[in-house]
């Protein structure tokens, strides 16, 4: 069974940065497509960025394009979400979730979650 565990959620001030991790225990995460998703208070839950497993094929949605970057490291079984020029309306919890799909789509059906770590961006 996957699990995933997500870290590096803190308070973060407009236009700074702070980056995500998702460390997976008990298979090999490079076998899988992994995606971040967040939800604000109030707010249906957004993809936010995604990686294929096989190709390291890239998507984002377009609030983040140019301000986020997803990223993996297999030897560490963990997938990276850096995020730069924050905005208050980044303001959620953000969720990694992994698929055994090989496409990155935030429309696939994602088996595995995490419990989500807490990002608030605020001056």
């Known amino acids: 069974q996957l699990q995933l565990a997500e870290s590096g959620g803190a308070l973060g001030q407009p236009g700074g940065s702070l980056s995500l991790s998702c460390a997976a225990s008990g298979r090999i995460l490079g076998f899988y497509t992994v995606a971040w998703f967040r939800q604000a208070p109030g707010k249906e839950r957004e993809g936010v960025s995604c990686?294929?497993?096989?190709?390291?094929?890239?998507n984002y949605a377009d609030s983040v394009k140019g301000r986020f970057s997803i990223s993996r490291d297999n030897a560490k079984n963990t997938v990276y979400l850096q995020m730069n020029s924050l905005k208050p309306e980044d303001t959620a919890v953000y969720y990694c979730?992994?698929?055994?799909?090989?496409?990155?789509?935030?429309?696939?059906?994602?088996?595995?979650w995490g419990q989500g770590t807490q990002v608030t961006v605020s001056s």
């Open positions: 990686i294929s497993s096989r190709r390291g094929v890239t």
């Open positions: 979730a992994a698929t055994g799909r090989l496409d990155c789509q935030f429309s696939n059906e994602y088996d595995y």
